[in-house]
Structures are given as C-alpha cells and as structure tokens.
C-alpha cells in the first residue's frame, strides 16, 4: 500500500506564474489536509478537505490561493501569481473516515513538495 | 493561537541519555499527537493520546497529558544517534483540525 504521494517533490517558479502541487492520498483515505512549513518552522495548517467538499479553508490566504480534491484523482493545491514569500515547503497530509473512537486518529504525511519562487 | 507549543526550542544531549520534550496548548482538545521530521522529509507519526488518557508508552517512547494544565511530554529513554530530529506535537482541538506547534530539534550526539 503506498503511502501518500506528492509531486512535483521540488519546484521552481517566477514571480507571477502559477504553482500546482498535486497529492495522493493513501488508499482508502478521504480526508486530506495541507500544511506549509517555512524553514526551522512548524506546520501552519491551510486547508482540509473531503472528497470533493472543502471542510475547513480558515488558513488558506484569501487570494491567489486555492484548493480541491475532486471525487477522481489527486487533490490539488493551486497558488496563482506567485511571490517570493509562497517559498516554502508544502506538506500534504491524509487519514481514513472517524474510527471507533469517533476521531480520525493519526495523519499520514507525504514528503512535501518544495516550491522556490525567484 | 489554537497551536500546541514545544519546549525546548532545541535539546543537545549525548547517546544513551534521556530526552524530554513538552507540550503546551491552549484550549481543550479531543487528543494529542506526537510526530518525527527528519531533515528535509515529511512527518511520521508516533504516538496518539486520547484527552481521557493520562500515560501511554510505545517502545522508547513515554507520552503524558494533563488536561488539567494543557500540557503534554515527550521522554526518549536511551536515545541514539538515529532519533536526532523535529518533534512537534499536534493538538486536536476541533475534532479531526490538527495544529502543530514549532517542534524541539532534538541532536543526539554519538
């Protein structure tokens, strides 16, 4: 069973240009969250999403920033117009529906996708 | 901010001897969890603790939780070289919306 999957694992941008990372969930899981991660920083949590339903966007920025993960295929995290503060690493991370406890429990981490805005 | 915050910053410690790491949060929570970064890869997941759970232990790993002080600790007992890394805990304080604080990077010195 592989884990979750993230590409591209390293990307590099201008200013200005759009930015498309993709995640794969591990099979079976139907919530995904993103997080970024400046360096020597924690995770700032952006977005969680269900299949096809965006859950809870209260950390994604307003503009430029966007997220979806359609009933077929990866979800996606699209940041337009990029700048140089989007520089970051962006994790993605998944889980299975509530188990027995009534909570999702641990989540499973991809191993980022790191985007350099010049 | 809902986030959970490490203490220490950064731990330096030698092969051999313990590693404590804490945790503190601000608002209730339905569980907490501890995870790993190494350099330049993702999280891994280490040990969860329910709010209704006061110690688990898993291998090396000791957790504990006082709800009543919104604080949790991390303990490594005889560390090795190979544990050196970002620990983070992450609250869930908003049934299934995770938040992680800052991490303790952790050096284990051979």
């Known amino acids: 069973n592989a884990g979750v999957m993230q590409n591209p694992r390293h990307l590099v941008r201008r200013r200005g240009q759009e930015a498309r990372l993709r995640c794969s969930p591990m099979k079976g899981h139907s919530h995904v969250y993103w997080y970024r991660q400046l360096p020597e920083e924690g995770l700032k949590f952006m977005v969680y999403l269900q299949k096809e339903n965006i859950i809870d966007e209260s950390g994604m920025p307003k503009e430029r920033f966007s997220a979806e993960f359609p009933k077929e295929g990866p979800s996606i995290l699209r940041i337009q117009q990029v700048v140089r503060g989007d520089s970051a690493a962006y994790f993605c991370?998944?889980?299975?529906?509530?188990?027995?406890?009534?909570?999702?429990?641990?989540?499973?981490f991809g191993e980022g996708s790191r985007l350099t805005v010049l | 901010s809902q986030q959970g915050e490490e203490d220490p910053q950064a731990l330096s410690i030698q092969e051999g001897e313990n590693a404590t790491m804490n945790c503190s949060y601000k608002?209730?929570?339905?569980?907490l969890q501890w995870y790993r970064q190494n350099s330049g890869r993702g999280l891994v997941h280490l040990i969860l603790i329910r709010s209704n759970e006061r110690e688990k232990h898993s291998g090396r790993l000791r957790v504990t939780l006082d709800t009543s002080k919104k604080s949790s600790s991390l303990l490594i007992t005889a560390s090795r070289a190979a544990d050196t890394a970002s620990y983070f805990c992450?609250?869930?304080?908003?049934?299934?919306?995770?938040?992680f604080g800052s991490g303790t990077k952790l050096n284990v010195k051979p």
């Open positions: 991370a998944s889980s299975p529906d509530v188990g027995l406890a009534g909570d999702i429990g641990e989540l499973f």
């Open positions: 992450a609250t869930d304080y908003n049934f299934n919306k995770f938040y």
């Open positions: 608002t209730s929570i339905n569980n």
